[in-house]
């Protein structure tokens, strides 16, 4: 067998989490996905994988190795894409999903200039605040906040964003503005639905830490109707700052506490393979970390 195909069937294989899972991808059998991993071990003389009929998990032989021919093929296939897609333009759809709360100025303000850079690549935009299955509903990447993105695909931090405790004027003046994070319990929340925020701690000056308490007085899985609720004087919200950054430059928005911070959150890049990754998603991967590196009023 073919050691190079041997070593791709190996990282499939632990990436995608099972043998018939890797060889869908790799549009090879099952049991040919498992002779690749068996041989792989003859020639090494180490066991790579503990198998059962449930799970598979790496030994420690197989996390090295994991680690070590993972950078060897990513060198060998970022060779041959600088070899023989040199020429090609990126063209064709590309499905795209991402949490609602990237409907902003900014995000379509980047999608305007990529369409400007390549024309001809039609990007498909999902916004959903749920974590899609790639593979199963057809995506090509995901947009994702996390500080733990998924072991079974490839992660490319895009940007660190900071999240704002806002509420409107006008319900602060009716509540009274809160001076510490234990006032905050006081007032009404409008909380996502998808999210658990019970254990979120808040950081003050100093290093001091407060947790925060919310009262919930709805609960959302959309991020627009969130940010609509807040203006409309309902309550206050825990929102990212692509959403409320021109409310708040504006005065129709307030921030609470603003010397007590939440821990800011990564956005990846997520996708299936680094395996024969096509130009149009290359180029959108690297145009997003290129723009959304910039400070928000360079952006």
């Known amino acids: 067998m073919d050691r190079l195909t041997s070593l791709r069937v190996f990282r499939e294989v632990v990436e995608a989490g099972s043998f018939a ?20 071990e003859r ?24 680690a070590q021919s993972g950078r060897a093929l990513d060198l060998l296939d970022a060779a ?30 980047v999608l305007a200039d990529y369409r400007e850079r390549f024309p001809e690549v039609l990007v498909d935009m999902h916004l959903e605040n749920r974590k899609v299955d790639l593979a199963a509903d057809g995506y090509d990447l995901a947009l994702r906040a996390t500080e733990e993105p998924s072991p079974a695909l490839i992660a490319r ?46 950081k003050g000056p100093g290093g001091r830490q407060a947790p925060l308490r919310l009262q919930p ?10 940010l609509h609720a807040v203006r409309a004087g309902m309550g206050m919200a825990f929102l990212p700052e692509w959403l409320v950054d021109e409310d708040l430059e ?17 956005l990846f890049a997520v996708y299936m393979s680094r395996q024969y990754m096509a130009p149009k998603m290359r180029s959108f991967i690297d145009f997003l970390g290129e723009r959304l590196a910039k400070p928000l009023q360079d952006a």
């Not at 063209?91 to 949490?99: E, I």
């Not at 007085?217 to 969130?226: A, E, F, G, H, N």
């Open 21 to 40: 899972a890797a060889a869908a991808r790799l549009e090879i059998s099952a049991p040919m996905a498992s002779k690749h991993v068996a041989q792989l």
């Open 43 to 66: 020639s090494l003389g180490a066991r790579l994988l503990h198998r059962s009929s449930r799970h598979l998990s790496l030994t420690e032989a197989g996390q090295a190795w994991y």
């Open 80 to 109: 041959e894409a600088a070899i023989s897609r040199r020429n090609e333009a990126p063209r064709g759809q590309l499905k795209v999903s991402a949490p609602v709360w990237c409907a902003t100025p900014r995000i379509a303000r």
């Open 157 to 202: 931090p895009l940007i660190r964003l900071q999240f704002h405790l806002v509420a409107a004027p006008d319900y602060l003046a009716r509540t009274g503005r809160p001076a510490t994070p234990a006032e905050l319990a006081k007032l009404h929340a409008i909380v996502p639905s998808y999210v658990n925020i019970e254990g979120l701690t808040l």
């Open 217 to 226: 007085v709805m609960k959302s899985d959309d991020t627009t109707l969130t």
């Open 250 to 266: 504006a005065g129709r928005l307030l921030r609470l506490v603003p010397e007590y911070t939440a821990p800011a959150i990564t």
